[in-house]
């Protein structure tokens, strides 16, 4: 026959230890951090972000002159009047620019800036 014993001083295997930190923060506590964290990168890039990049002396002006529009005057005609290398969208762009249209439209009476050309 076999015997079986049963040992009083049993004990589990240990577990392995795991490294505790000195800090836990909850789900509330990542939250105040993330958001100090965004606050402070916000304000920094505002603060950093607002020097101003110039110069001490004012840049040069495009030459420009004012177009009244006739009844009838398009873009496209006002621009291929003005264009001497044939590249009228480029003018057309440009006096969009200049102006600050925001549709091709004129009206008869509109004043326009348009380059100047340096022939």
Known sequence: MSTLSISPSFTAAPRAARPTSAVRLTRRGRLVVFL?????LLFSA???GSYAVGSETPGQAEPTEIVMVGTG???WG???ELNTDGDVRSTMREIERLNALDSVSLSAGQK???PV???
Not at 36 to 40: E, N, S, Y
Request: proline share 0%.
């Open 117 to 119: 050309s340096t022939d």
């Open 46 to 48: 505002f603060f950093l």
């Open 78 to 80: 006002i621009a291929a």
């Open 112 to 114: 326009l800036r348009v």
């Open 36 to 40: 100090a964290a965004l606050v402070l």
């Open 73 to 75: 005057d398009t873009l």
